[in-house]
Protein backbone atom coordinates (compact mmCIF):
# COMPACT_ATOMS: atom_id res chain seq x y z
CA UNK A 1 0.00 0.00 0.00
CA UNK A 2 1.40 3.13 -0.84
CA UNK A 3 1.13 5.58 1.94
CA UNK A 4 0.04 8.44 0.05
CA UNK A 5 -3.63 5.92 -0.36
CA UNK A 6 -4.29 6.71 3.46
CA UNK A 7 -6.74 9.47 2.68
CA UNK A 8 -9.06 10.36 5.07
CA UNK A 9 -6.96 8.88 7.63
CA UNK A 10 -5.29 10.70 10.33
CA UNK A 11 -1.48 9.67 9.65
CA UNK A 12 1.56 10.50 12.02
CA UNK A 13 4.84 10.85 10.01
CA UNK A 14 8.55 10.69 11.32
CA UNK A 15 11.62 9.94 9.19
CA UNK A 16 15.33 9.61 10.32
CA UNK A 17 18.39 9.98 8.74
CA UNK A 18 20.93 7.51 10.24
CA UNK A 19 24.35 6.16 9.08
CA UNK A 20 25.25 2.62 9.36
CA UNK A 21 28.02 3.09 12.08
CA UNK A 22 28.26 2.03 15.49
CA UNK A 23 25.43 2.05 17.17
CA UNK A 24 23.19 2.58 14.70
CA UNK A 25 20.58 -0.55 16.04
CA UNK A 26 20.37 0.60 19.00
CA UNK A 27 19.93 4.59 17.78
CA UNK A 28 16.75 3.31 15.57
CA UNK A 29 15.22 1.44 18.14
CA UNK A 30 15.32 4.31 20.52
CA UNK A 31 14.04 6.59 18.25
CA UNK A 32 10.97 4.22 16.96
CA UNK A 33 10.59 3.80 21.02
CA UNK A 34 10.31 7.70 21.22
CA UNK A 35 8.15 7.96 18.97
CA UNK A 36 5.80 4.88 20.14
CA UNK A 37 5.78 6.95 23.60
CA UNK A 38 4.96 10.13 21.55
CA UNK A 39 2.11 8.17 19.58
CA UNK A 40 0.74 5.62 21.72
CA UNK A 41 -0.24 4.87 25.76
CA UNK A 42 1.17 1.10 26.38
CA UNK A 43 -1.52 0.62 29.52
CA UNK A 44 -1.92 -3.45 29.01
CA UNK A 45 0.50 -5.98 29.00
CA UNK A 46 0.03 -6.54 25.19
CA UNK A 47 -0.19 -3.29 23.95
CA UNK A 48 3.49 -3.39 25.79
CA UNK A 49 4.39 -6.80 24.29
CA UNK A 50 3.11 -5.10 20.55
CA UNK A 51 5.85 -2.38 21.28
CA UNK A 52 8.83 -4.76 21.82
CA UNK A 53 8.18 -6.80 19.09
CA UNK A 54 8.00 -3.44 16.70
CA UNK A 55 11.62 -3.16 18.77
CA UNK A 56 12.76 -6.29 18.17
CA UNK A 57 11.76 -5.98 14.25
CA UNK A 58 13.38 -2.60 13.99
CA UNK A 59 16.50 -3.96 15.12
CA UNK A 60 16.34 -7.00 12.81
CA UNK A 61 15.56 -4.99 9.69
CA UNK A 62 18.65 -2.21 10.75
CA UNK A 63 21.04 -5.64 10.98
CA UNK A 64 20.35 -6.62 7.65
CA UNK A 65 20.72 -3.21 6.43
CA UNK A 66 24.16 -3.45 8.10
CA UNK A 67 25.16 -6.74 7.13
CA UNK A 68 23.89 -7.37 3.55
CA UNK A 69 22.56 -4.13 2.77
CA UNK A 70 25.89 -1.74 2.36
CA UNK A 71 24.64 0.91 4.86
CA UNK A 72 21.60 2.05 6.42
CA UNK A 73 20.38 5.52 5.69
CA UNK A 74 16.84 6.51 6.74
CA UNK A 75 14.33 5.14 9.59
CA UNK A 76 11.03 5.93 8.49
CA UNK A 77 7.85 5.73 10.56
CA UNK A 78 4.15 6.05 9.56
CA UNK A 79 1.16 5.71 11.91
CA UNK A 80 -2.46 5.68 10.05
CA UNK A 81 -5.77 3.81 10.44
CA UNK A 82 -4.51 1.79 13.59
CA UNK A 83 -1.23 0.75 12.09
CA UNK A 84 2.62 1.16 12.05
CA UNK A 85 4.38 1.12 9.00
CA UNK A 86 8.10 1.07 9.43
CA UNK A 87 10.56 1.39 6.93
CA UNK A 88 14.41 1.31 6.62
CA UNK A 89 16.50 2.06 3.67
CA UNK A 90 19.64 1.27 2.74
CA UNK A 91 21.99 1.67 0.17
CA UNK A 92 22.05 -2.07 -1.64
CA UNK A 93 19.60 -2.85 -3.93
CA UNK A 94 20.10 -6.31 -3.62
CA UNK A 95 16.74 -8.00 -2.92
CA UNK A 96 15.86 -9.74 0.46
CA UNK A 97 16.13 -13.23 0.41
CA UNK A 98 14.10 -14.80 2.63
CA UNK A 99 15.99 -19.02 3.20
CA UNK A 100 15.04 -21.86 5.24
CA UNK A 101 15.08 -21.17 8.76
CA UNK A 102 16.96 -23.31 11.10
CA UNK A 103 16.12 -22.04 14.98
CA UNK A 104 19.85 -23.77 16.40
CA UNK A 105 21.71 -21.04 13.53
CA UNK A 106 23.48 -18.15 15.44
CA UNK A 107 22.36 -16.09 12.82
CA UNK A 108 19.47 -15.97 10.12
CA UNK A 109 16.40 -15.20 12.19
CA UNK A 110 15.78 -11.57 10.70
CA UNK A 111 14.22 -12.54 7.90
CA UNK A 112 11.89 -15.10 9.52
CA UNK A 113 11.33 -13.00 12.47
CA UNK A 114 9.64 -10.42 10.19
CA UNK A 115 7.91 -13.13 8.38
CA UNK A 116 6.04 -14.37 12.01
CA UNK A 117 5.36 -11.26 13.76
CA UNK A 118 4.64 -8.84 11.37
CA UNK A 119 1.03 -8.39 9.50
CA UNK A 120 2.89 -7.53 6.02
CA UNK A 121 6.60 -6.95 5.19
CA UNK A 122 8.26 -6.16 1.54
CA UNK A 123 10.90 -4.42 -0.02
CA UNK A 124 10.93 -1.39 -2.96
CA UNK A 125 14.05 -0.24 -4.91
CA UNK A 126 15.03 3.34 -4.17
CA UNK A 127 17.49 5.58 -5.88
CA UNK A 128 19.97 4.87 -3.85
CA UNK A 129 19.25 1.19 -3.14
CA UNK A 130 16.27 -0.11 -1.46
CA UNK A 131 13.96 0.17 1.36
CA UNK A 132 12.52 -2.74 3.29
CA UNK A 133 9.29 -2.35 5.48
CA UNK A 134 6.83 -3.65 7.51
CA UNK A 135 3.59 -3.10 8.91
CA UNK A 136 2.13 -4.21 12.45
CA UNK A 137 -1.27 -3.14 14.59
CA UNK A 138 -0.04 0.34 16.27
CA UNK A 139 -0.35 -0.40 20.61
CA UNK A 140 -2.97 2.07 22.02
Same mark, same amino acid.
Given at each position: ?????? =???????????????????????????? =??????????????????????? =?????????????????????????????? =?????????????????????????????????????????????????????
Amino acid at each position: MNRGQL =VGFRTDSRRFPVDGGRGVVGTCRDLTRQ =VIEEWCVLPEPEDRALAEDVLLL =VSEVVTNACTHGGSPYELRIDRADGRLWIQ =VSDTSAVRPQPHRHRAAAPSGHGLYLLQRLSTRWGWAPRATGKAVWFEMPAPR
